[in-house]
Each structure stands twice: as C-alpha cells, then as structure tokens.
C-alpha cells in the first residue's frame, strides 16, 4: 500500500462532513498541483490494489462479470486517471491572451482556479465509474469533495465508503452513504458544485435545492437513446453491436440503444441477426451465462416486465424473480405514440429492445426530434449523405456512427446531455472546465498610465486616438449629448 493509505473512516452528520471538507479547501491544501496529483495517483493505487473487491461488489449489486467492471468500470476510471495525470499541468496552467493595443503594456491571463466543495450524487447502474470519474475531476481541478454513492448498489457504495478514505486525503475527500434522507440534508448544505447523475425527476429536486446558495449544477440525466438503422447499413455487424450496446450490464445503461428505427425491410433483415448476436454473446439460456448482468432491484425487475408485451416478442422474454434475471428480450412495436405502449413511454432501462418501423431518412429525423433532446444517438448507416442530415438536423448529447456506448471512451469528448438528457459536460480537460473557474486576471503597470487616453476630459486630440485606437471604428465625432 502507499503511504497515503490510512485506516479510519470520514464519519458525522452531512453538515460535520461537509464542513470539514469546506475547512480542507480553505486551509488551501487541495490547490497546488502536487496534492491533485497525489489524489489521482492514490485513487489508481486503490482500484488497482482493490480489483477483485471492486469487482466483486459489482457482481454483488448487478451481477456484473469482472471482465465488464473491468471495462466499463474500474478500467475506465484508471484511463481516465492516466489521461488526466499526463495532461494535467498543460490544462490548468495559466493561459495568456492578447490585450488590445490600447492596454498595452499589461499583461492578460485566463487563470483556472478550483470551485470550492464539490458534491457528487451518483446513481447505482454504473456504481464504481460515475463516483469515481466526477471526483477525480473534480480533485484535478483543486477541490474538496464529497460524494454519495446510490444506496441501490449497497456493496459497492459500502466499499467506496471504506476504502477512498484509506487512500485519499481524508480532510478534504468524504463518502456519505446513505439514500434520500441524507441526500436531502447534503443538499441543504452550501457546496459550490452540485454533480448529479440519475434520472430527471431527481435531477428537479437537486435543481430546486441549488438556489439557496446560488450553486451552479452539472445534471448528468438520461432518456431514450434512438438507434437508426439506415437501409445501406451493413446489417451484421450492426445487430453485433446493437446486441452489445444494448444488454451490456443487463441494459442498465444511461446511454443504451433504447430502441432501434428502421424501415420495414430492415427491420425484418435485422430481427433473426439480433436473436443470432444474442446467442453467440451469451449463449442459448443467457441466464447461465457469466456475462450477462441481473436487474438491480425488485422495483425495477416488476417494471420492466412489466413492459413486456409476450404477444410482440421477437426474442427473449423469460424471466426469473428471484434473480432478477430478465433475458435480452426484443420486442414489435405497432404504435409508438399510443399512451399504453409502455416500452415507448419512458426511458427502458433494462434489456427490452422495442423496434420500430419508420417509412425512410426524413421519418426518423422527425420521430428523434418529436421526443425530447437524447443523451445519445446513433445512426448505423454506410452513407456519408445519412451522416450530415443527422449531424446537421438533430439534437442530442452525443451523436455516434455504427457504434454505440463507445463515445465515452474517448477523453477528449465532452460526455453530457442537452435539453431534458442533461445540461454541462465532463470527461478529461472538460472535466477541469467544469470543476473550476475560468479567473480573467489583467494587470496593468501604472506607468506609462495610458488609461489617461480613455479618461476624461476628452479633448480633440483624445477623441482622435479613442477613434483610432483604443475603441476603433468610430467614424465620426457625435455631438456632445445633453445634460441632464
Ligand atoms: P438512483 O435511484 O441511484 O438515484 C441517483 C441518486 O439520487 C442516488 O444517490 C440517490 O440516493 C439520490 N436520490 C434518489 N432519490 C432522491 C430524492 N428524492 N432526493 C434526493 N436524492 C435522491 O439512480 P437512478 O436515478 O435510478 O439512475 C438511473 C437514471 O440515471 C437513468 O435515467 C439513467 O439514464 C440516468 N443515468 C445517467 C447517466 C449519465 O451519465 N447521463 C449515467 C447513469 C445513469
């Protein structure tokens, strides 16, 4: 272990835990660059010391194989760490800009400088990646933070609570545990950040607590994420990836395929190379398979089979209460906007895949943008022509191209929404963007003063250098106004 391990846990009400944090930030211990990196350079030690436990917390909570929390969790999260720590220096140093010739000599700088305390409200689909991503950009940028993990992925928020205190700097990092009880008295707490993810009725409620004390918020929310299928798309290997995109960790995805739009033709070409790509994923029963996650919880394994209509499945269907287990199920869709189409209604997920039937390019456009603004959107199409109406003529967080979920792994993209899927951005050097403040800084020497040129009383010769210098493109002397 490195020797920022230590053994205690943060412990205490939200308003003791968060008034140590406020007392670490102001005691400016987390602003110099060698604690960020510190911070970062722990949390790696810890998820790479803790792999197993990570994992099997998550196997706990979601059924998730380990080769998945590596992928889509812990690996994630140590990229992103690797990603931040090589760049970190060049993102938060100071930025020069020009000064207008009438400033000249002073000096102009954009200098980054951390938010304050920043609170991280996570949800449980992704327990691990959305804690940990949040709070070492946040670290990065300079911050103190505290974080509260989804009660609904026990095990893993348990562990979190355990272990990030044993690496990282306990006065300025803090886990609450707990649900809504203590979410609701964190957030009557003053923070500078308020990072929510989760779904949006949520996100209205952490919206509604932020003007108390003028807290700006990132809202990391979801929604149906469309899949176009264009008729020139090569068919087999987008069924790969749309099986792939759309039942990995059981469909509990934020940025899953929701439902996949083709015309007629399509659609039937797609149905039994879907039903193939499930077998060849996760076997004939896909509740034996080890790959194949379960549902976080009996409230959601009821609403999703809910969703069910067994008259319409393609594929899949069978279910298990007891484990949770719903298998990748396909469903038809005769009437997307009819009000008792459940799987149409609002976000799925779960590992239901509805398809759709659009007559061509122009009725997919207008179904996408009927709905309101996705997280993501994709199109699987070959033609460059299908790529531009979609970049141009819609709107959505992310727009990917014969690839679904893979955007995320990309640190230079902004990951976020837009409209009711989110608003602000994180992920590598748009993470510190959002976890810091952008400090315009001037300065100016006091002599020569030039700032006389723009002083009163503006003489002839002081209009004709404000007219060419220091405010250009005033043609011609205005009479002098009236007083009074
Ligand atoms: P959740 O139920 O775990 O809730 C998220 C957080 O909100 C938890 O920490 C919970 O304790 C807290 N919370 C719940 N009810 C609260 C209340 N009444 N007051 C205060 N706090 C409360 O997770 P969820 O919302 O079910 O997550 C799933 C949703 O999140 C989906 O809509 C999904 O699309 C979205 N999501 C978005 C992203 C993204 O990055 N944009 C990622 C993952 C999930």
């Given amino acids: 272990m490195t020797e920022t391990v230590r053994e205690t846990r943060a412990a205490g009400t939200p308003a003791e835990v968060v008034a140590r944090a406020r007392a670490a930030f102001d005691s400016g211990t987390t602003k110099p660059r060698p604690w960020r990196v510190a911070q970062l350079r722990a949390l ?190 090569d068919l087999a290997v987008t069924a790969q990836r749309l099986v792939w995109g759309k039942f990995t960790n059981a469909g509990q995805t934020c940025v899953a395929p929701d439902y996949v739009l083709a015309s007629r033709a399509t659609l039937e070409a797609l149905k039994p190379l879907i039903a193939q790509g499930i077998r060849s994923a996760f076997g004939e029963d896909p509740s034996q398979s080890t790959e194949y996650g379960r549902i976080v919880s009996e409230r959601h394994f009821e609403r999703l089979t809910g969703m069910v209509d067994h008259d319409r499945v393609v594929t899949g269907g069978r279910s298990d209460a007891s484990s949770r287990y719903l298998e990748p199920t396909v469903v038809e869709v005769d009437d997307p906007d009819h009000p008792e189409q459940l799987v149409m209604r609002d976000e799925i997920f779960g590992p239901v895949l509805p398809l759709v039937e659009v007559d061509d390019l122009d009725a997919a456009i207008a179904f996408v943008n009927g709905r309101e603004k996705p997280l993501a959107l994709y199109v699987f199409t070959s033609s460059s022509r299908v790529r531009q109406r979609f970049t141009r003529d819609t709107s959505s967080g992310a727009l990917a191209f014969n690839v679904p979920l893979a955007h995320l792994a990309v640190p230079g993209l902004p990951f976020g929404g837009v409209g009711a899927s989110g608003t602000g951005a994180y992920h590598g050097e748009h993470s510190v963007e959002l976890f810091s403040h952008a400090k315009s800084v001037l300065s100016m020497p006091t002599r020569p003063d030039t700032t006389v040129w723009v002083r009163p009383p503006f003489t002839a010769l002081k209009q004709q250098v404000i007219a060419r210098v220091a405010v250009p493109g005033r043609r011609r002397r205005s009479p002098a106004p009236p007083l009074g």
């Fill in 44 to 233: 790696r030690t810890l998820l790479v010391e803790h792999e197993l436990e990570v994992a099997e917390a998550l196997h706990a909570d979601l059924g998730k194989s380990a080769t998945e929390a590596w992928i889509t969790e812990t690996g994630f999260v140590v990229r992103e760490i690797d990603h931040t720590l090589r760049h970190l220096r060049a993102w938060t140093a100071p930025r020069r800009v020009p000064v207008p010739l009438s400033l000249a000599p002073g000096r102009a700088r954009v200098v980054r400088e951390p938010l304050g305390v920043v609170l991280v409200i996570a949800p449980w689909n992704y327990p691990v990646q959305l804690c940990l991503t949040p709070l070492l950009g946040a670290l990065a940028a300079g911050n103190a933070v505290v974080v509260k993990p989804s009660e609904i992925a026990p095990a893993t928020a348990r562990l979190l609570a355990r272990l990030v205190p044993r690496y990282l700097d306990r006065s300025a990092v803090h886990v609450v545990e707990g649900g809504v009880p203590e979410t609701t008295a964190l957030l009557a707490e003053r923070f500078d950040h308020i990072f929510y993810t989760g779904n949006g009725a949520v996100g209205r409620i952490v919206l509604e607590a932020a003007p108390r004390h003028l807290t700006p918020v990132t809202l990391e929310l979801g929604g149906k994420s469309p899949a176009y299928v264009a008729d020139d798309a």
